[in-house]
């Protein structure tokens, strides 16, 4: 099964920027989609953004449009997402998991035994 490893959380202020980084420990094209997702406390995990490994075709949460860029290096089998002007309710772990085929316009997870260890974004002041 492919291993994922999610890096570039940290603390930030609102308004500011974070670039995380996805590092697949196999091929990622052999996965339909790659997404990020998130969980804050309390609630459940969220589709944020996802992007096709063939293509590069990509699709958006409401609630990132426009702040968040998801892309892909296939050579690296590695997915980034870079978040600009975050906010407080961006808060959360993100994780990184391959997408459901069938279910790529939700963002919806292919499987949730994909979760990794994630990494934290606070943004706060």
């Known amino acids: 099964q492919l291993q994922l490893v999610e890096s570039g959380g940290g603390l930030v202020q609102p308004g500011g920027s974070l670039r995380l980084s996805c590092a697949a420990s196999?091929?990622?094209?052999?996965?339909?989609?790659i997404g990020w997702f998130r969980q804050a406390p309390g609630k459940e995990h969220e589709g944020v953004s996802c992007?096709?490994?063939?293509?590069?075709?990509?699709n958006y949460a409401d609630s990132v449009k426009g702040r968040f860029t998801i892309s892909r290096d296939n050579a690296k089998n590695t997915v980034y997402l870079q978040m600009n002007n975050l906010k407080p309710e961006d808060t959360a772990v993100y994780y990184c998991a391959p997408v459901a085929p069938l279910r790529f316009s939700i963002c919806a997870v292919y499987d949730a035994g994909y979760w990794g260890q994630g990494t934290q974004v606070t943004v706060s002041s």
């Open positions: 992007i096709t490994t063939n293509d590069g075709s990509t």
């Open positions: 196999g091929f990622i094209l052999n996965y339909y989609a």
